[in-house]
């Protein structure tokens, strides 16, 4: 039974107030546009995990990294390749000669926050075991289910132009993240800063945790308590039933996929220091939930179709 205090007083007020201090503390070593950071603090105080698209270099890594020290999280990253197996990323038994028993060793999978580098550079076998530890939160360790951290979210990286050494990441697995963002150049402004500034690693080295570890457990919990209203839900029916009946689209928004989007526009509201969603929360979060959820005939991103339907869709109050 969740602890946190009710959503439309404290909590609500330490999220407004915790959310720009946060993005500040970020900022301060990557510079990385609202919409980009909105939907990643989403994912995480919705439970969910994020997927970030991006060529080398525009601070995928450093984002993660400052995020982690700034919510004072446990981080580990895994660079995925092709030849990584299941066990180099849960972890293994290991024979103690001395005790004469087998010991496991976690892997880098147990943290709070995991950067899953490059992830379309792995084996289908390697990427089902990291699906069954973001759907379960929990791992199979001889049988045995074994927790991850508390909290536990996957931040992904995955480049959008390179194709040698890579796989496709099928449908089932983009559905397990809850947003994707595309993170690229900084504007002129900042990557001058960034010329002039501190390197990243003293950057980093200065960050300290905007909110504890048990605060952010607080927060998580308070999601659930936001409120959404009948017009707040009927208006994501109307556009999750608008995606299927379109005439360019293989596959529409999932009955699954809307309700990530109703907790996604929760966390939302929390953030902005409300107990209820309002309509602009579900808008606002239309194309990072609901676009690599849908499929189109020719193939290609539904960026496009996710804001022509959000657009052609009036709320009804």
Known sequence: MSTAIPTDSSQASLAASSVE???RNVRSVVSVPDAVLDPILVALLAGGHALIEGIPGTGKTLLSRALARSLDCD??????????MPSDIVGSSVWRAHEQCFEFVPGPLFANIVLADEVNRTSSRTLSCLLEAMEEGYVSIDGVPVSLGQPFAILATRNPIEFHGTFPIPEAALDRFLVRVELGYPDAGDERALYAGKTAAAGLADLEPVLSLEQLIALIGSVHDVQVGAPVSDYAYRVVDATRRHDTVLLGVSPRAAISWIQGARALALLDGRSYVVPDDLKTLALPILAHRI????GGSANALVEEVVA???VEL
């Not at 580990?76 to 092709?82: E, G, L, P, V």
């Not at 499929?295 to 020719?298: C, E």
């Open 312 to 314: 052609a869709t009036p």
């Open 295 to 298: 499929f189109l005939r020719g």
């Open 21 to 23: 201090a946060l993005k």
């Open 75 to 84: 981080f580990k990253r895994i660079q995925f390749t092709n030849d990584l």
